[in-house]
């Protein structure tokens, strides 16, 4: 379980932290003052349990944009968010 692990672009920005999993989906919290939660496809995400941290390959502004996470997800739309729907 990579709960609390520190996601971060490829270029080193933290982008938020892992606060659960869903399917084939990490729920990252974004955001400092007002907080969100957001899927994150694993397909994008490449943990790193030596530094308790998640790379990613998407962009902070599309992590940011797509669909929330209120108590549930819809991974029929977070995947077709993220491309990857069949």
């Known amino acids: 379980m990579m709960r609390g692990y520190h996601v971060v672009t490829g270029d080193g920005r933290r982008i938020g932290r892992v606060v659960g999993m869903r399917g084939d989906f990490l729920i990252v919290e974004v955001g400092r003052v007002l907080r969100s939660r957001r899927p994150l496809p694993m397909a994008f995400a490449?943990?790193?349990?030596?530094?308790?941290?998640?790379?990613?390959?998407?962009?902070?502004?599309?992590?940011?944009?797509?669909?929330?996470?209120?108590?549930?997800?819809?991974?029929?739309?977070?995947?077709?968010?993220?491309?990857?729907?069949?």
């Open 46 to 86: 490449h943990p790193n349990d030596a530094e308790r941290k998640v790379s990613v390959t998407v962009r902070r502004d599309s992590l940011r944009r797509s669909p929330r996470v209120n108590g549930t997800l819809d991974e029929r739309a977070a995947a077709a968010y993220d491309g990857l729907a069949a």
